[in-house]
């Protein structure tokens, strides 16, 4: 009798942990959807609040600057007090400008980085190269930004002897040279996600390693190409730091890269220093030009998701 109820005692405890055991994992499950929830959530209230805030701002500046002399006029001189200029042209074609010669010094050198270690780099040079490559990556904006300002800039002058000591050409390369490890990474992860049985169908009808490099796995991987490319022209866009430092603070609408330039950033950066008090119609301006450039970056985002879906390659 008493080996029985000690059997039917263990047997009892046994089935308490098994319910305790469901008990704790029913509510895990039930908990972690709503955690998983809660932080989408915060990203997109977070996004929503944002959009919010630069869309009251804005309102604001255009109820005291009209939205035809904001879009049309070609001078951007908000500090004048006697006739201050709201023409967002400078501020558009400074930042094209930079964005431009930065993606001229990145795409080439990111995509041949990424097909050699892709097609031709063994898996040990690859290991080495791109921890190494991605370090880029990590340096603060500023240091990039005086970087350009005391040794290419005094470079460039030796070669272009009219180069402003303040000049789009300088930052614009910097920034180039820090987004490479952006579209090398991406487009590398990009190329090697192609079949290898396609690499090998090519070889096998006698194309060279370079041909199947440029004619097989960059148009198998253009859509992850594509998008590490709009990634890069985001991030030039909206750099800060690096325009900040050796682009000037003269708002110039040009497209000549010897000249001095400022982008939407840097004039932002400018007013929050301190240049405006809270209130004035200066300091609505920032909200006005932040606007504009969120509505640059949604734009190409939405390009790069089309080209992505248009041009994606399903093995």
């Known amino acids: 009798m008493e080996l029985k ?4 005692s263990v047997s009892v405890l046994i089935e308490e942990n098994k319910r305790k055991s469901r008990f704790k994992q029913g509510m895990i499950e039930k908990c972690v959807p709503i955690f998983l929830f809660i932080m989408a ?3 997109i209230l977070t996004t929503i609040g944002i959009v919010i805030t630069l869309l009251v701002e804005t309102i604001t500046f255009f109820e005291r600057v009209h939205i035809i002399e904001f879009l049309t006029s070609k001078e951007w001189f908000p500090f004048f007090e006697a006739d201050p200029q709201y023409g967002i042209a400078p501020l558009i074609s400074g930042t094209l400008l930079v964005a431009v010669i930065a993606m001229v010094v990145a795409v080439p050198i990111g995509l041949a980085t990424a097909v050699y270690l892709s097609e031709y ?3 040990r040079v690859r290991k080495i190269v791109k921890p190494i490559l991605e370090v880029l990556a990590g340096i603060p904006t500023i240091v990039y930004g005086f970087f350009a300002l005391t ?3 005094p470079l460039l002058q030796k070669i272009i002897p009219d180069l402003q000591f303040f000049n789009a050409l300088s930052p614009g390369i910097v920034m180039g040279i820090m987004i490479i490890p952006m579209i090398a990474s991406l487009s590398e992860d990009a190329m090697s996600s192609v079949p290898r049985s396609i690499r090998e169908g090519a070889l096998a009808l006698g194309s060279t390693k370079l041909e199947v490099s440029l004619k097989v796995v960059l148009p198998a991987a253009l859509s992850g190409i594509v998008a ?3 990634l890069g022209i985001s991030r030039a866009i909206g750099e800060t730091m690096i325009v900040t430092i050796a682009g000037g603070s003269k708002p110039n609408l040009t497209f000549d890269p010897t000249e001095t330039i400022q982008t939407m950033t840097a004039y932002i950066v400018q007013v929050s220093l301190g240049d405006a008090s809270y209130g004035s119609t200066i300091y609505y301006s920032i909200y006005a030009v932040g606007m504009a450039l969120f509505i640059f970056t949604l734009v190409m985002n939405i390009i790069a998701q089309w080209i992505s879906k248009r041009f994606r390659e399903e093995y």
């Open 5 to 8: 109820a000690e059997r039917k």
């Open 41 to 43: 959530a915060i990203s």
């Open 121 to 123: 780099a063994s898996d």
């Open 151 to 153: 040794f290419v800039t």
């Open 228 to 230: 590490s490319c709009v």
